[in-house]
C-alpha cells in the first residue's frame, strides 16, 4: 500500500514510519507545521510540532530512506483547534485540543489530501490497535495500557479508520519502541515526550487564555448564590480546581472548597465542597461513533472522562437529540466541554462533548 506517515519529529512516530517501511508498504514521510511562529524552539520536553521537531522528522526520513515533505496546517490548525479552544473557554468549557487535534488535521485535514494525492491509508504513531470485527473495523486500545491512546482517537469514524494504521498499539511498553529506535539508528531514541498543549509551550494556559480572552472582575459565590471572594476572569478556572482562588469567606465547616461551575455569561464561578464535584449522570448532543453504531439505543458500556481517567461502568441512552450516560457510581470533577468515550470491554464505541452534568449531591448540601 501507499502509505502516508505522519512524523511529528519524536520517537513514536519515527518507529511506526519505519514498521510500515519494514512491512513492504511505499511510504512517503510529512510533518505538519502547525505554527508559523518561525522562531519557536522546543525546550526540554514541552510543545512538539515546532522547528526542532520538523528537523528530528527529516533526519529520521533521511535513516529510513523515505521521501519527506513538510506541510502548511498552521491556518486550519488555528481555526480548528486554537479558535475552537478560545472560543470553548469563553463560553464557560473545558475542551481536549488534542483530542480536536485529531478529529479536524490528523485524521481529517490530513487524510483527506493523503486520498486525495493517492495514498491508501496515513500511518501514526498513536497507540491503539485495530481490529476486524463481526461489524467491520473496530478501535481497541493498545496493549501497553500505561500509553493508550484511544481516548484521543475516539473522535475518528469508521471510514477514516478505515484509511488508517497504528502500527505501535501492539506493543508492549514504550521502553521497547526506544530501544527499537536505538537499533534502527533513529536519533530520536531518547528524545523526551512532549507534554502540554503545543500551541502554548511554556505551560501558562492561565496566562495565555488571559490575553485571548481579556480579564474582567466577577464574582465566585457559593452553591447559594452568597458572595465568597472576586476573580480577574472566569476563563482561567476549570471544574475541580482547589488553589488559587482567593476566597475572603471561609466555608462554615472550614473545609476547602472546589470549583464546580463556570457560568461565562454572568462571568461567575460557583464553589463548592468537594463533595459536589460528584456527578451522576452526563449528556451531550455532538456525538460519533467508531465503527459501527450500538445495535440498541440503550446499552451497556464504560465511560471514560479524560484521557488517563479509570473507566467507570455506565448505561448509555441514545436519542435524537443526543446521548445520556448514567454511570454506576458517580464520576469526579466533570466540567462541560470535555470529550466522554464510551467503550465496551478495550472496544471504542464512540464518544460524545459534554454539554450538561447532573451532581450526584443535592445543592443544599
Known sequence: MRILAAMSGGVDSAVAAARAVEAGHDVTGVHLALSRAGGTLRTGSRGCCTIEDAMDARRAADR?????????????????????FVSEYRAGRTPNPCLRCNEKIKFAALLERALELGFDAVCTG????LVDGEDGLELHRASDAAKDQSYVL????????????????????????????????????????????????????????????GSAEGDIVDRSGAVVGSHDGAHAFTVGQRRGLRLGVP???????????????SNTVVVGPKEALAIAEISGHRRSWAGAAPHEDEFVCDVQIRAHADPVPARAFVGEDGIRVVPDRPLDGVAPGQSAVLYAGTRVLGQFTIDATVSAVPAAV
Do not use: M, N
Open 64 to 84: 529510513l530512506g523515505i521521501p519527506f515533505y513538510v506541510w502548511d496546517f498552521s491556518e486550519r490548525f488555528r481555526d480548528d483547534v486554537i479558535e475552537d
Open 126 to 129: 498513536h497507540y491503539a490497535t
Open 154 to 213: 475516539g473522535v475518528l469514524t469508521a471510514q477514516q479508520l478505515a484509511h488508517t494504521l497504528f502500527p505501535l498499539g501492539s506493543t508492549p511498553s514504550k521502553a521497547l519502541v526506544r530501544a527499537e529506535a536505538a537499533e534502527r539508528g533513529l536519533s530520536v531514541a531518547q528524545k523526551p515526550d512532549s507534554h502540554d498543549i503545543c500551541f502554548i509551550p511554556d505551560g501558562d494556559t492561565r496566562g495565555w487564555l488571559a490575553e485571548k480572552v
Open 251 to 265: 466555608a462554615p465547616d472550614g473545609k476547602p472548597r472546589f470549583v464546580l461551575e463556570v457560568r461565562p455569561v
